[in-house]
């Protein structure tokens, strides 16, 4: 199977896929091709075919409701921030510390990401502050209740040793609150929350308790500690129709749509969903619509 998130709109995506097929059939002579976006593929790992996959990865990020094994297109919207946002926010609030630490060069930032991995967490609850010309991201600070030992440390590869206070809260909260002043070259930059309630407020609401009651966290950005906490009091706190919100997060969830992937593949009837070699020599790139379900 191969893996693609469907985030853009209806044509650009069979656009993709005609040329896509193209390639795969014409150049690289493959005998069979089953095209399956990202988030199908990480609902399948949690053993449901309906449910809205949150995934936030790397390079991007998204929310892709699905019923019955169908992504509603129209209801995908994309998350303002990514887990490369959030590094090199981290590398900023690093440049801007006292004991100033510059990270700009390739391994340098590979350094910089193991430290968000390593330290950063999310605080289940946070208070805003005011602190004039203050580095954290949207001047937000955990409450004391719920970020107890603020003061962590990190030994660089040359020895240095380097302390982070609230830095390790602030980096990551940029996935629910957004700094207005940094957009991160983007035109709008919603929070999480926002954006989940986004995509499901353009679903019919007959949806919405299946919806709500099946929500998927992927990606390796979502393993940061206290991110599904935090996203679930937000999903609830914002839901008026007193819908259960049930968001599960998977352990290996990095790794879902790979899991999805073989789950799909080892079913019997996988072969069947396959567009063959000899159904493209007949109908060409229109073979697309045969069996892709994107």
């Not at 393993?223 to 999903?235: C, I, K």
């Not at 790139?285 to 994107?294: D, G, K, L």
Request: charge should be positive; include cysteine; proline fraction near 6%.
């Amino acid at each position: 199977a191969c893996v693609h998130a469907c985030v853009r709109a209806c044509v650009r995506v069979y656009v993709w896929l005609h040329a896509y097929h193209q390639i795969m059939f014409e150049t690289f002579q493959v005998q069979s091709l089953h095209i399956v976006p990202q988030a199908k593929l990480a609902l399948y790992a949690s053993c449901r075919t309906t449910g809205v996959v949150v995934h936030v990865g790397h390079d991007d990020a998204h929310v892709v409701p699905v019923q019955d094994g169908h992504c509603l297109v129209a209801a995908v919207r994309q998350i303002g921030v990514t887990g490369r946002d959030l590094t090199e926010r981290l590398m900023e609030m690093l440049d801007a510390k006292p004991d100033r630490v510059h990270l700009t060069v390739r391994s340098e930032k590979a350094i910089a990401q193991r430290m968000k991995e390593t330290l950063c967490c999310l605080s289940l609850h946070c208070q805003p502050t005011r602190r004039g010309g203050s580095a954290f991201v949207d001047g937000y600070s955990p409450s004391a209740t719920s970020a107890p030992g603020l003061l962590k440390h990190y030994q660089l590869p040359d020895g240095r040793r380097v302390s982070l206070g609230r830095e390790v809260y602030n980096c990551p909260e940029s996935l629910f609150r957004p700094s207005p002043k940094n957009t991160y070259g983007r035109q709008q930059c919603s929070g999480i929350v926002e954006t989940f309630n986004d995509s499901i407020g353009h679903t019919v609401p007959e949806l919405h308790p299946a919806f709500y009651g099946n929500i998927i966290l992927s990606g390796g950005t979502t393993l940061l500690p206290g991110l599904p906490e935090r996203f679930r009091n937000g999903v609830a706190s914002a839901t008026v129709s007193g819908f259960a919100v049930n968001v599960m997060a998977p352990e290996d969830r990095i790794y879902s749509p790979w899991v999805g992937g073989s789950i799909l593949a080892s079913l019997s009837t996988f072969r069947a969903m396959c567009t063959s070699l000899s159904m493209y020599d007949e109908y060409g790139p229109s073979a697309v619509h045969v069996n892709c379900t994107v």
